[in-house]
Each structure stands twice: as structure tokens, then as C-alpha cells.
């Protein structure tokens, strides 16, 4: 796991922005999976900002969104659709057919889901998965309990999610009940995953990810066991971690590491 700790929110949104923006720059072709959520506004903001004054290409991108609210259709202001193309997709030249976000209307929501995964599937996998994490610690929708190999499939929000997420409504009792989500395996099969986490409030979740035992009890923790995890967290965020320090240390180390590891050249 890399531990990135950065000032503020425009720091993290940055750093996370640059990862995603350097893969693309690579891999022109690149599948993305996408968050929804206050914390990758910013990210998103900055891969505009490199679209357009630095001409990030999102032509050949292709997207996967986590989740979406069930029985919201993707007009509602509040579904996840909706919030998509609002924060990101209307302003950049990604291909429509390439975007790929749950259907909350969907009738048969197991076949959905089966279908969805044979998705991202035929994409070739998913190179670099978004993630947020919820005061409860889940990533995706993927609640306290849920199993660590879960697929995508239906699930009930607790109550303290549809609390969190109550700002955005009028009402909580406007908030729905079940969501559906990609499961913590299909986000585990990613190439590399990169979760942003601002403020005190995401400070024990975030610490019980990172250094706690690896549970469905805070399904974050399985990112433990993903080869190549990136967490990028602001000073509040990380305000609980034990080893604070150490990451920052490492995070200053990263330059004469990278020369430490690569293979010693032959001489003259
Ligand atoms: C959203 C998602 C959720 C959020 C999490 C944090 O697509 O999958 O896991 O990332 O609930 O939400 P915010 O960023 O609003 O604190």
C-alpha cells in the first residue's frame, strides 16, 4: 500500500488527478472505474482543467461507475448518472458508448448485475478504480458484512450511509434504501486502486482501513491484500493513522527508492 498524505483537498484532488491523468497518457485506451461523492469533485475538476488546457485525451476511455441509487432514473438530479455527466463527462470528449454506469431502473437487477460484470469484463478489466470510503468504512456500496469477494449485485444502505448522504436530499426519508454496487472483488480485480479521503470525519474509517485487521467490517481494509493500492489522504484524514510519520517519510524517500530498486547498470 502507498500512503500519500497531502495538506488540503486541492493537494489530494491533484495528486489523485495526476495518477489518472499520467495512466491515460500512457494507455490512451485506459478503463476507468468511477466514484460518485463530494471527495473526487476535485479530481474530477482537474482532469477537466487537463482536458482542456492541457488536451487530456478521454476519446478512447472507457468508464465504470461504482454504483447507483435503485429506482432513481438517470435524469434525477440526485442519481448517480446524473451527477456524472455534471461533474465530469459532459466536459470532456469521452465516447458515450464507452460510459458505463448501473441502472437503477432495472428490471431483473440479478441479471443486471450479471451483465455489468460481463461488462468490464469484455473491456479487458478495469486499469484504475476511483474509490471514496464511507463513515462505515465501505468502498463502493459495499456496507459493514458485506462478503470480500462480492460482486456486483443489490444492497441495503445502513442507515448511517443514508444519514451521510441525507445532505444532498430535501429529506432522508428521500434517500433510497438499496443501491447497486460493484462487490469488494470485482473492485479487488482492478489494476490499481486509488482512494481519497478529506477530513476529520473520514479519520477513523480511513485508520481502521489502513491499519486495522482486514474485515468485511470495513470492507476499505481488503485493499490490505490489492497489489497496488494508493490511498491520498489530507492531514485531517489521516489525522488517526499510528504510523503518520513513516508514510510521510517514505512519500519523501520515493525518488532515491525508485533509483535504490532499479537494476544496477553495467559499467564501461
Ligand atoms: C460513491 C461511493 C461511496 C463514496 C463514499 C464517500 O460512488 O462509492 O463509497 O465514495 O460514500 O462519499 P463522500 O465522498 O461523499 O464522502
Known amino acids: 500500500m502507498e500512503i500519500i498524505i497531502k495538506d488540503d483537498f486541492a493537494a489530494i484532488s491533484a495528486e489523485g488527478a495526476k495518477i489518472v491523468a499520467d495512466y491515460i497518457r500512457r494507455k490512451p485506451d485506459a478503463v476507468l472505474g468511477l466514484a460518485t461523492g463530494s471527495t473526487p469533485i476535485g479530481l474530477y475538476q482537474e482532469l477537466i482543467r487537463m482536458h482542456s488546457h492541457e488536451g487530456l485525451d478521454f476519446q478512447q476511455v472507457t468508464t465504470f461507475n461504482l454504483d447507483e441509487y435503485v429506482g432513481l432514473p438517470a435524469t434525477h438530479k440526485l442519481s448517480y448518472h446524473y451527477f456524472m455527466w455534471e461533474q465530469l463527462l459532459s466536459h470532456i470528449n469521452i465516447n458515450r458508448d464507452n460510459v ?14 450479471k451483465g455489468y460484470e460481463e461488462a468490464i469484463q469484455a473491456a479487458g478489466g478495469i486499469d ?9 468504512g465501505h468502498i463502493g456500496f459495499n456496507e459493514p458484512s ?61 485508520a481502521k482501513a489502513i491499519e486495522g485487521p482486514v474485515t468485511a467490517m470495513i470492507t476499505a481494509s481488503a485493499l490490505q491484500l490489492h497489489q497496488d493500492a494508493i490511498f491520498i489522504l489530507d492531514k485531517p484524514a489521516a489525522g488517526k493513522l499510528q504510523l503518520q510519520e513513516y508514510y510521510e517519510w517514505v512519500y519523501q524517500n520515493k525518488d532515491n527508492r525508485a533509483r535504490a530498486a532499479a537494476p544496477i547498470q553495467a559499467g564501461p
Open 100 to 113: 458505463h454506469l448501473p441502472d437503477g431502473m432495472a428490471a431483473d437487477i440479478p441479471a443486471y448485475c
Open 146 to 206: 458485506s462478503s470480500l469477494g462480492s460482486r456486483t449485485r443489490l444492497k441495503t444502505l445502513t442507515r448511517e450511509t443514508i444519514a451521510d448522504n441525507a445532505r444532498f436530499f430535501e429529506r432522508a426519508d428521500q434517500v433510497p434504501r438499496y443501491a447497486i454496487t460493484m462487490g469488494v472483488g470485482t473492485i479487488m480485480e482492478a489494476g490499481t486502486c486509488i482512494l481519497l479521503a478529506s477530513g476529520a470525519g473520514k479519520a477513523d474509517p480511513v
Open 128 to 136: 484504475i478504480q476511483v474509490l471514496g470510503i464511507g463513515t462505515d
